[in-house]
């Protein structure tokens, strides 16, 4: 479990590296993650009483809710999950029910524990692999099996056990030079024989429950595994491909499962952070015809989840107490309290962010770590082509991007993806074949390029 004691103030700074603006946003998050790091270091008794202040998002479609959300939990290392509310269906409807959100996210955990024990054996991995890749570079050496013999054999010679061990200290003088040229690269090329285990894979069986197949307590592939024999193939690959091989399956063998999988719930259970997006999309009256999944039911389904209770997982049981919830939508056509009220009381923090314009989209263009600019130069980079965006370029950019939102549908910053891509098309397509190595992109090629997308509305609605 990650417990890194960022301050508030420096969790917002590191926020505002990858997202502009939505300042109210930030501090309600950064005020979350630090009131865990406080309830995990205050006495264990009052630990368990301290529940997570799970936070509501109010505000349109691509202004950041879900980033700021992944953000948070890679500054903390917290196993993470986006799920959408609408996905989820009442108990007694064939689909998913609400606990599989839990389930997913002690699998993502399980992958990133393991994938940290992995790093952890690494070197010890690595070096195992080495020997075995030396044991098949070398021919086998018959003199260790004949000195053992000798040994039992009370009539052989001394001079014959002699001989013996002078074949050995030359083999191992040989394979010595053998590790030198391995590690000095000059081995690359050679090509080696594997036999490689296959993972076993049983056939997929799907059970429509109102629970979980794991709740069943059933695990087929652990059941019928030693009934059947793992396949090994052979195969037959270079140097370099088969060290890989062989660390890796040398590193899943040094792995202690059973305290990943330990490591894994109690992160869940102490760090886990879900991201419930289109909450809105459960909010609202219900169908008053057909067999219709109520939105209100699907409300009192998530409610036990939110409040705390236990998850049984294929792991083990799972406590929610003090999963973070961070629920995110629109609510253009509803409100937050239009939720049932017990499920309100469970989110006691609103925030709502505002629209993007003009000034956002410039600093989303040019300010981030990963800003689109950035990226659309490093990709021609690789082409060896060098291209360049003058200030007068990106500010319209920023305009047309903010026209379109204002005519159409406002799908926030993920209107400069479409932009972007539409201006760069030709560029993008004859990259390969251009001689002109140095390009600049100025507001008259912005012009020429987006004119027509912004006086033609139809045009604008196709390039969502």
């Known amino acids: 479990m990650s417990n890194n004691g960022l301050t508030p103030r420096e969790i917002v700074e590191k926020l505002d590296r990858h997202i502009i603006g939505q300042a109210d946003a930030k501090r309600a998050v ?48 917290s196993p ?10 009442e108990v007694g409807y064939v689909g998913r029910d609400v606990e599989s959100m839990v389930r997913d996210l002690v699998e993502l955990s399980i992958n990133m524990v393991k994938s940290e024990e992995q790093e952890n054996v690494q070197v010890m991995a690595a070096e195992i692999a080495e020997e075995r890749l030396l044991d098949l570079l070398l021919p086998a050496k018959p003199a260790e099996k004949k000195i053992d013999d000798m040994l039992t054999n009370v009539e052989s010679s001394e001079e014959d056990i002699r001989m013996t061990e002078d074949q050995i200290k030359k083999a191992d003088a040989t394979r010595e030079k053998l590790r030198k040229l391995f590690r000095d690269g000059k081995l690359d090329n050679r090509v080696v024989e594997l036999e490689i285990t296959e993972p076993r894979n049983g056939p997929m069986i799907e059970i429509f429950s109102a629970v979980g197949m794991e709740d069943m307590g059933l ?15 052979r195969r037959t690959v270079k140097v370099p491909e088969a060290l890989e091989i062989l660390t890796e399956e040398e590193a899943q063998k040094l792995i202690d499962m059973d305290k990943v999988h330990r490591i894994a719930l109690e992160r869940v259970e102490q760090s886990g952070i879900i991201f419930l997006d289109e909450i809105d999309k459960i909010v609202g009256s219900d169908s008053a015809h057909g ?8 409300q009192r389904d998530l409610l036990p989840i939110v409040e705390g209770s236990s998850v049984n997982t294929r792991y083990g049981m799972v406590r929610t107490d003090h999963i973070l919830f961070i629920a995110a939508g629109a609510f253009s056509a509803s409100k937050p309290s239009d939720l049932i009220p017990e499920l309100q009381g469970r989110f006691p923090i609103r925030v709502e962010l505002d629209s993007l314009g003009k000034e956002e989209f410039i600093r989303i263009l040019t300010e981030p770590k990963n800003a689109l600019v950035k990226q659309y130069i490093e990709m021609m980079a690789t082409e060896g082509i060098k291209l ?45 074949d251009l001689q002109e ?22 045009l604008s609605r196709y390039i969502l």
């Open 80 to 89: 993470f999950l986006k799920v959408e509310a609408s996905k989820f269906t």
């Open 291 to 298: 067999p219709d999944v109520s939105r209100e039911g699907v």
């Open 388 to 432: 360049t965006f003058t200030d007068e370029a990106i500010a319209e950019i920023a305009e047309v991007a903010a026209q379109v939102n204002e005519k159409t549908e406002n799908i926030g910053a993920r209107r400069l993806y479409t932009i972007m891509e539409t201006l760069l098309d030709d560029i993008s397509f004859e990259a390969p």
């Open 437 to 458: 190595k140095e390009i600049t992109i100025d507001d008259k090629y912005v012009d020429e390029k987006l004119d027509e997308i912004v006086e033609d509305e139809d």
């Open 30 to 77: 950064a005020i979350a993650l630090r009131n865990r790091w406080r309830r995990q270091n205050v006495s264990e008794e009052l630990a368990d009483e301290i529940s997570p202040k799970n936070i509501i998002m109010i505000g349109p479609t691509g202004v950041g809710k879900t980033e700021i959300a992944r953000r948070l939990a890679k500054l903390d290392n």
């Open 219 to 233: 695990n087929l592939k652990d059941m019928l595994g030693n009934a059947f024999p793992q396949k090994k193939k």
